[in-house]
């Protein structure tokens, strides 16, 4: 069973930064790639960035790109999303995913594993 657990969410000023991160258990996590995705109330859960398995390859929604920062660190079988120059747009709840497979999808239906979500709320 894959356990995704989030953290470092919180309330910060526009302009401002904050760092995620996504602690893994329950497979090998440098064998998969990861994703953050985020959800507003009444709104689709929304793709922010993957990362590949090494970390060699990244990719990033046009809404954020230039300002966030996904990477990884297999050895603490963790993920992390650098969020800087941050917008009350970017308000949402933030979640990290694992695909079940193989693959560097950017879609929510092919990750099949969800952490719990951490709020994200950027004041003007």
């Known amino acids: 069973q894959v356990q995704l657990v989030e953290s470092g969410g919180g309330l910060v000023q526009a302009g401002g930064s904050l760092r995620l991160s996504c602690a893994a258990s329950g497979r090998t996590f440098s064998s998969y790639a990861m994703g953050w995705f985020r959800q507003t109330p009444g709104k689709e859960r929304e793709f922010v960035a993957a990362i590949s398995w090494s970390g060699a390859h990244t990719y990033y929604a046009d809404s954020v790109k230039g300002r966030f920062t996904i990477s990884r660190d297999n050895a603490k079988n963790t993920v992390y999303l650098q969020m800087n120059s941050l917008k009350p747009e970017d308000t949402a709840v933030y979640y990290c995913?694992?695909?079940?497979?193989?693959?560097?999808?950017?879609?929510?239906?092919?990750?099949?594993?969800w952490g719990q979500g951490t709020q994200v709320t950027v004041s003007s």
């Open positions: 995913a694992a695909p079940g497979g193989v693959g560097f999808p950017i879609t929510a239906h092919l990750y099949d594993y």
